[in-house]
């Protein structure tokens, strides 16, 4: 009895701040991007990656593309055709059969 009561008040609590219904794969799937916009063609952004070697505490970059759709969610621009290159940005992405897609666009802006 007292492990079912435990178990209806967890459910109620993830249920009440919104978890309960959220669909985790696509959101499981998301991966993270950081780098300067390299160009902004079409429907496609290429940033200069950066790449964080834990290991050996080093930095690398990486000439990566990713493309994106027409709505896509963009901070600190009016749209993705609106990023220049030599920006800062992180970028929220997922790997498709076609590459990589970004659904979410952070452009940094000069103060920070």
Do not use: C, H, R
């Not at 435990?6 to 109620?12: D, E, G």
């Not at 978890?19 to 794969?25: E, W």
């Not at 499981?28 to 780098?35: C, E, F, N, Q, R």
């Not at 834990?54 to 990023?83: C, L, Q, R």
């Amino acid at each position: 009895m007292k492990k079912t009561a435990i178990f209806v008040l967890v459910f109620f609590a993830v249920a009440i701040i919104g978890l309960a219904p959220v669909s985790f794969s696509q959101e499981d799937d998301v991966s993270y991007a950081s780098g300067e916009v390299i160009s902004v063609k079409g429907s496609s952004i290429t940033i200069n990656e950066v790449i964080y070697d834990e290991e050996m505490d080093e930095e690398s970059f990486e000439e990566v593309t990713y493309t994106f759709s027409e709505d896509i969610d963009v901070e600190n621009a009016p749209s993705a055709g609106d990023i220049a290159a030599g920006q800062e940005v992180d970028i929220e992405f997922i790997e498709t059969s076609d590459g990589k897609e970004a659904v979410y666009i952070y452009v940094y802006s000069e103060e920070e």
